[in-house]
């Protein structure tokens, strides 16, 4: 599990529930049923509304990356991208074919399997940036279901309130109730902004992240396997790769062999 997602959403509704009980609040006087409904009802109304159905069939894999750990090893594929420069200076590009069955990487399996197949350094570059670019399309649409009901939740929140005060406003008469009905009018509004600020703008953001993760490996694949069908030094072909990284991650990254 993504301990980060569920640690902040955690933290963020159990400092609202800690807030409320500070101040003296009850609880079930936060819980407005009708206001839950509208927020619900509308934001997933109006996300449906913009977004096509091959879209949406893919939010609920993207609400499980969202909350469980996706792990990248880059310095391992560093590594292995070094290795195989190694190899083809030594015994040739086509020598690198028989690693193919033992690369589980997709994209990089492909990247190896388009300079051992002799394909154009413009063309293997070509081919493999149009692929991260589909996949940045992709996970940018898919992320864009939460970024828009995080902007559609506090819309709802006050076309909520709007309803509840045009019902309190049409029973004015019974003014013993009235301060409860108003404030109970108000939940939807909380229900919206909380909504929002805590489950969907993050968890949209955190699916960005996620993706540009994933891009940064598979645009340090596209340089290392362009690296190897020119013929750099395996050296040069590490010092180029590790610029992609950290300090702390470049460490871990061999650079020993010159060959």
């Given at each position: 599990m993504d301990i980060t997602t569920i640690f902040g959403i955690s933290l963020a509704v159990g400092?609202?529930?800690?807030?409320?009980?500070?101040?003296?609040?009850?609880?079930l006087a936060y819980v407005g049923v009708s206001a839950f409904i509208i927020i619900a009802c509308g934001t997933v109304g109006a996300v449906i509304t913009s977004f096509p159905l091959s879209t949406l069939s893919k939010a609920p894999r993207l609400l499980i990356i969202a909350f469980t750990e996706q792990k990248y090893d880059i310095t391992k594929?560093?590594?292995?991208?070094?290795?195989?420069?190694?190899?083809?200076?030594?015994?040739?590009?086509?020598?690198?074919?028989?690693e193919l069955t033992n690369i589980n990487d997709p994209f990089l399996k492909q990247g190896v399997q388009l300079i051992v197949d002799g394909t154009e350094p413009a063309l293997v570059r070509d081919?493999?940036?149009?692929?991260?670019?589909?996949?940045?399309e992709r996970h940018h649409s898919g992320a864009?279901?939460?970024?828009?009901?995080?902007?559609?939740?506090?819309?709802?929140?006050?076309?909520?309130t709007v309803l509840g005060l045009i019902n309190v406003l049409s029973n004015i008469s019974d003014a013993a109730s009235l301060a409860a009905s108003i404030a109970l009018a108000f939940i939807a509004t909380l229900y919206?902004?909380?909504?929002?600020?805590?489950?969907?703008?993050?968890?949209?953001?955190k699916l960005k992240n996620k993706s540009k993760k994933e891009v940064l490996v598979k645009s340090i694949i596209v340089e290392g396997v362009l690296s190897i069908e020119s013929g750099d030094n395996p050296r040069i072909v590490a010092q180029k790769l590790i610029s992609f990284l950290s300090q702390s991650e470049a460490k871990n990254v061999n650079v020993s062999s010159g060959k």
């Open positions: 400092g609202m529930i800690v807030g409320i009980l500070e101040e003296g609040g009850n609880l594929t560093i590594n292995m991208l070094v290795g195989f420069s190694e190899k083809a200076r030594r015994e040739g590009i086509l020598s690198l074919e028989v081919i493999l940036e149009t692929k991260i670019t589909t996949i940045e864009g279901i939460f970024e828009a009901a995080g902007g559609f939740a506090p819309t709802m929140g006050i076309i909520g919206g902004v909380f909504s929002a600020n805590v489950i969907w703008i993050p968890i949209g953001t």
